[in-house]
């Protein structure tokens, strides 16, 4: 029954999905949908990178503050970057 979709049917949803949305709005949702695509993909990158580093953990003597990072939206993209304060153990063991 819904197993088939052909040229004609998959036309009418397009055309439901612009009159829903509107022409103007497709593109600026596009974009936003890219945007946090790539934010997603480089937090995964870096969350991986950090797991890779903290398993060669140094002395507890060799401690040193954590460099700030910046993640940015897009590649080259300096407008939307911003800094990232990494959360810290303030804990006494």
Do not use: Y
Not at 75 to 90: A, K, M, Y
């Amino acid at each position: 029954m819904f197993g088939r979709l052909g040229a004609p049917e998959i036309i009418l949803i397009l055309v439901v999905i612009i009159l829903l949305f509107g022409a103007k709005k497709l593109p600026d949702m596009a974009r936003s949908l890219g945007k946090s695509a790539r934010i997603l993909k480089s937090e995964a990158k870096a969350m991986k990178d950090e797991g890779r580093t903290s398993s060669s953990a140094p002395a507890p003597g060799d401690e040193q503050p954590p460099a700030q990072r910046t993640i940015q939206a897009a590649p080259g993209d300096v407008t939307s970057s911003r800094p990232v304060n990494e959360p810290t153990d303030t804990t006494q063991r």
